[in-house]
Structure formats: structure tokens, C-alpha cells
């Protein structure tokens, strides 16, 4: 089925010599690899110009470390870009997901994800979607294998970690094509490297982001809501939700920040059934952009001047009406 895929995927490509790979906003570890991957595979296998462009910010410590080791492959998108003439990849997401730079009126001719299908996809001339995958870095590592290429120390490590942060070591959301492609490349990773990019160094913002969250956090029977304020980068709400998830008893954490214009909700479900994506979506409504998958979710809203504490406020009471919590119940702060 790989090789298939792998073929109808060069299939789609014949007759162009150029690329741009357009992974999903504010990179993660996993659409990072996954993009770097799909240059390699393109440029050893059918020669092409391949480019990896991305809009917004990586602004998490352990992700700008990943894009140092890997010699900074991505460089920021441009409308120059996007005007460019040749066929667009996206990578970890999908056409009409909110969370791309595809725009609505440009046609996407590749698409690799592991999120929920989106009827948007249809119309791309090859898809390869796999919701029931943890990690679009587990495509590409089979692509990779199937193309028979060597997969240099540096893309196998970064490959290894974008497989392990998005199902946490195959512990959520892992299945068989992960647990193949993570013991795949577990022996060509630089092992010295990824302990240095997990352990980052991280600036003065993430506690003062986490302190905020301490205070800010209203703890529910299993829930918490945290409101952290102005964000120094777009990643900080999905920090401090996967930090505070950790807390004894938490099945769900919900974070939110303000970012520029936007209202970031991070949202994270610790049960293996998760819906997180459904929570998302459902906080969303009909006021901005939601997307994930099982248990990670994030949902942006445009603030468009209005005040984002208010708007936090909202959107904590949806989520205590999603999940059911009684309205007399009244949040306990945790310290």
C-alpha cells in the first residue's frame, strides 16, 4: 500500500520541478520533520526544487532548537510565495482547516496528514490522510522506506521526535504504523541531539506564563480552565496545557491566551477516548478555527478589537456546559 501511495504520489508531481511545502502555522515538531522529509524524499528521488515555507512563528523552545539541529530548513512565507506558479504541499494539515496559508482560492496538489479527513481534501490530486495514525511524521518515515533512500542521522532524528511528541512515546494515540516507524528509526537517531533539543533552554516568558497559569487556574472535578493572558509567542497556551495536564486527578486542561489578534485555546483530554477535537470545534461554534484530533485540540478566535479576558470567560462556560460540569459547581483555585 506504501509503495502505491508513493507512486501516485510521484504521479501527481510528473512534468514539475518545483515545490513549496506549506506545513501547518506556528510549526510543531511533527510538521516540521514531516515537511523536511517530504524535501528530502522529492529532491533525491524526482530532483525537484523543493522549498518549505510557514507562516506565523516557532516560538517553543524545544522547536526552534529542532529547526537549529536540522540548519533551518523552513524560512518564514512570503505572498511572493504563495504567487509562485508551482504546485503547493500540505503537510500536517489540509485545505480548509483555518490553521494553513494555503489561500481558499489556491488548489493544493499534495496533501499528507493525520487529522480527521476534510471534504476540502477531495479535490487534491494526491491525498494520503490517516486519522488513525498519531504522527504525520510516521507517513514519511514509510515513504521514505519504501522510496529506499538513506535517511540521514538528522531527518531520522527529527522524524523520531515528531513521532514522539504527538502521540507522547506512542503512549497516546500510538498505532502499529507509528510503533514500526519509531523502532525504525530509533537506531539513526543522533541521541546526544535530541536530549538537547528536549531539554532546551527556555526564556524568561514560560515562567512567567507558568506562574500566571498557577494563579489564574480554576480546577473543576477533573477539569481545569486556565486564562494566561498576553502570549510572547503562539505556543505558550499549548505549554502550559500540556504541563498542567500532568496534575493528579485532570482529565481535561483547557488553556487560553491572547496572541496578536488572535485568542489561542489550547485544549488537552488525557482519556484514551480523548475528544479533544470535538471540544474544540464545539467552543469554536461558528467564531473562528478549530482543529485537532483526539486528545490535542487548539481553537482560534479573532478578537477583532474585543477584550480577551471576556472572551476566555465564554469560552470556559461552553466548556463547562460541553462537559457536563453542574453550573453550581464553582471552579477552586489551585493554589
Known amino acids: 500500500m506504501t509503495q502505491q501511495h508513493l507512486d501516485r504520489l510521484f504521479e501527481a508531481l510528473n512534468g514539475y520541478h518545483s515545490i513549496l511545502i506549506l506545513p501547518h502555522n506556528d510549526p510543531d515538531p511533527d510538521a516540521i520533520a514531516s515537511a523536511v522529509a517530504l ?24 522547536n526552534k532548537a529542532l529547526v537549529r539541529y536540522l540548519n533551518y530548513p523552513l524560512r518564514r512565507l512570503t505572498n511572493l510565495n504563495l504567487r509562485q506558479p508551482v504546485p503547493k504541499a500540505l503537510v500536517d494539515t489540509q485545505p480548509g482547516a483555518g ?28 491525498a494520503d490522510v490517516r486519522s488513525d495514525v498519531g504522527a504525520s511524521s510516521s507517513i514519511l518515515t514509510e515513504y521514505l522506506q519504501a522510496a529506499d533512500v538513506v535517511i540521514p542521522s538528522s531527518l531520522a532524528t527529527a522524524l523520531f521526535y515528531g513521532i514522539k511528541t504527538d502521540t507522547m512515546g506512542l503512549g497516546r494515540r500510538g498505532s502499529p504504523t507509528d510503533a514500526a516507524a519509531y523502532f525504525y528509526l530509533q537506531p539513526l537517531i543522533d ?28 480546577a473543576y472535578d477533573g477539569l481545569l480552565i486556565a486564562y494566561i493572558g498576553r502570549m510572547a509567542y503562539p505556543d505558550q497556551a499549548a505549554e502550559m496545557a500540556d504541563l498542567l495536564l500532568r496534575l493528579e486527578g485532570t482529565r481535561w486542561m483547557i488553556c487560553i491566551g491572547a496572541y496578536q489578534n488572535e485568542l489561542i485555546v489550547s485544549v488537552r483530554a488525557r482519556g484514551r477516548q480523548g475528544g479533544a477535537g470535538k471540544l474544540a470545534q464545539y467552543l469554536v461554534g461558528e467564531r473562528g478555527t478549530a482543529g485537532g484530533h483526539g486528545t490535542m485540540a487548539a481553537a482560534h478566535f479573532p478578537l477583532d478589537g474585543g477584550d480577551p ?18 453550573p453550581e459547581e464553582t471552579g477552586k483555585p489551585l493554589i
Open 39 to 62: 524535501r528530502y524524499l522529492l529532491i533525491h528521488k524526482l530532483g525537484m526544487r523543493a522549498e518549505i515555507a510557514y507562516k506565523g512563528m516557532i516560538g517553543r523552545a524545544e
Open 99 to 126: 490553521n494553513n496559508a494555503l489561500p481558499a482560492e489556491s488548489a493544493a496538489a499534495i496533501v499528507i496528514d493525520h487529522h480527521p479527513w476534510r471534504e476540502e481534501t477531495t479535490t487534491v490530486a494526491f
Open 191 to 218: 541521541a546526544d541531539a535530541l536530549v538537547e533539543i528536549e531539554r532546551a533552554q527556555v526564556p524568561v516568558e514560560y515562567f512567567r506564563s507558568f506562574d500566571t497559569a498557577l494563579h489564574s487556574v480554576r
Open 309 to 326: 479576558e471576556q472572551l476566555a470567560q465564554q469560552i470556559g462556560q461552553r466548556a463547562l456546559e460541553f462537559l457536563k460540569v453542574p
